[in-house]
């Protein structure tokens, strides 16, 4: 088990391009989170899925964010024609939800998106 | 959405005890106290979490008030590697967790 893992770390991109972030989570979770956090700032709830069934999605989570899970393994979070106020660190975080379980969120390192 | 109260920032003797307080006054029935942490750069790291029992694991120890209104967090031995961003949650459950801005722990040599 090597923990959640996300690629790119960096990401440099200019204004108006679209931008595509992976997150790999520990295998047989069943859940994947993405969040975000901007400077001095705590995590920020974007979206969750179970399995492939994407959930919930915050009110963060505008029109030109979207995010698959198309076989319920890894997830891509894609933002379209990215603004400055787009640059952030993308948190994935993923848990297995069972019967009796407390469940726990593990984090990856993060994607760290600057929009120049 | 906050529902937790938390020192913006705490320093602490290497090798002491490091105590971090939360105050949750508006806890309910159903929402358990967890705990993470941020080192610099990093993803969040789970710590421990907590419904009203204390609880003690490998990293820490939760107490948790009678009245549930709130907890500390005690890291034992504090040391070096323990300068963090140490952010207390309540929630029903771990798919809904509000960070806030959480408590800048500094271990000091």
């Known amino acids: 088990d090597t923990g959640v893992s996300q690629d790119p770390r960096h990401k440099i991109t200019k204004r108006g391009q679209n931008v595509t972030f992976r997150c790999d989570p520990i295998?047989?979770?069943?859940?994947l989170y993405w969040y975000r956090q901007t400077l001095g700032q705590g995590p920020e709830f974007l979206t969750y899925f179970q399995n492939e069934a994407q959930l919930e999605k915050s009110r963060l989570l505008s029109d030109r964010f979207s995010a698959e899970r198309p076989k319920g393994s890894f997830s891509t979070l894609e933002i379209q024609r990215t603004e400055q106020g787009d640059s952030a660190m993308y948190l994935c975080?993923?848990?297995?939800?069972?019967?009796?379980?407390?469940?726990?969120?593990?984090f990856g390192p993060g994607t760290r998106l600057l929009v120049l | 959405d906050a529902k937790t109260t938390q020192p913006p920032s705490m320093d602490c003797a290497e090798g002491r005890a490091a105590n971090l307080p939360c105050n949750h006054s508006?806890?309910?029935?159903?929402?358990?106290v967890y705990w993470y942490r941020q080192i610099h750069s990093q993803g969040p790291q789970y710590i421990i979490h907590?419904?009203?029992n204390n609880e003690t694991n490998e990293m820490a120890s939760l107490i948790i008030t009678e009245d549930r209104k709130s907890s500390t967090l005690i890291l034992p031995h504090a040391t070096l590697r323990d300068t963090a961003v140490y952010y207390c949650?309540?929630?029903?459950?771990?798919?809904?967790?509000?960070f806030g801005t959480g408590t800048r722990l500094t271990v000091i040599p």
């Open positions: 508006t806890i309910s029935g159903n929402e358990y």
């Open positions: 949650i309540v929630s029903p459950g771990a798919n809904n967790l509000f």
């Open positions: 975080a993923s848990s297995s939800l069972g019967w009796g379980v407390q469940e726990t969120q593990y």
């Open positions: 907590g419904l009203k």
């Open positions: 295998s047989e979770h069943n859940r």
